[in-house]
T-cell receptor, first 112, second 113 residues
């Protein structure tokens, strides 16, 4: 099945800096790549997603880029704020959302 | 309010005592899924269901059963729980048909002694 690798596992940045989290996937048939944010003690929630027919997508301070040739995608957070501190999961699916395979997560800490 | 509801939220049980974690959604979603979350391992899919009476194994189905007799409910059954099933469990649902976004329940923390 699909294997999703996520790096780094932990990331610490200062408030206002940018943060980048990278993921690679193994199956070239994957066509849907969401990112979920999980705050401490809470449920994961979708923050942004991208489909294989798009190379980049932005939503305010967050953006996701996709390189299908290299089979990797990245989450970019600009002007980080303490409330961005959370665990971020990338995921990939071959069926537009069914049977999502998640990466192991990145714990992001934004220090004031 | 649109939501995915899991019960119980917390449970401590003993090895071998059958238990069921219920999951219900009120959004008329076709797709439902169970994940377990363990430190350092992320979210791993146990089972999923694309519609009523249609279920399929995820990556870690051993020791679990599911059923989908009604669209809104997708219970997770542990017939004979073992300590390695101690975990945080999430139920999730989506509209399916390529809609993408998964809506997660609040999670059920299960401890098997």
């Amino acid at each position: 099945g699909e294997n999703v690798e996520q790096h780094p596992s932990t990331l610490s940045v200062q408030e206002g800096d940018s943060a980048v989290i990278k993921c690679t996937y193994s199956d070239s048939a994957s066509n849907y790549f969401p990112w979920y944010k999980q705050e401490l003690g809470k449920r994961p929630q979708l923050i942004i997603d991208i489909r294989s027919n798009v190379g980049e997508k932005k939503d305010q301070r967050i953006a996701v880029t996709l390189n299908k040739t290299a089979k990797h995608f990245s989450l970019h957070i600009t002007e980080t704020q303490p409330e961005d501190s959370a665990v971020y999961f990338c995921a990939a699916s071959m069926n537009s959302g069914y049977a999502l395979n998640f990466g192991k997560g990145t714990s992001l800490l934004v220090t004031p | 309010e649109a939501q995915v509801t899991q019960n119980p939220r917390y449970l401590i049980t003993v090895t071998g005592k059958k238990l069921t974690v219920t999951c219900s959604q009120n959004m008329n979603h076709e797709y439902m899924s169970w994940y377990r979350q363990d430190p350092g391992l992320g979210l791993r899919q146990i089972y999923y269901s694309m519609n009523v009476e249609v279920t399929d194994k995820g990556d870690v189905p051993e020791g679990y059963k599911v059923s989908r007799k009604e669209k809104r409910n997708f219970p997770l059954i542990l017939e004979s729980p073992s300590p390695n099933q101690t975990s945080l469990y999430f139920c999730a649902s989506s509209f399916g048909r390529g809609s993408g976004e998964l809506f997660f329940g609040e999670g059920s923390r299960l401890t098997v002694l």
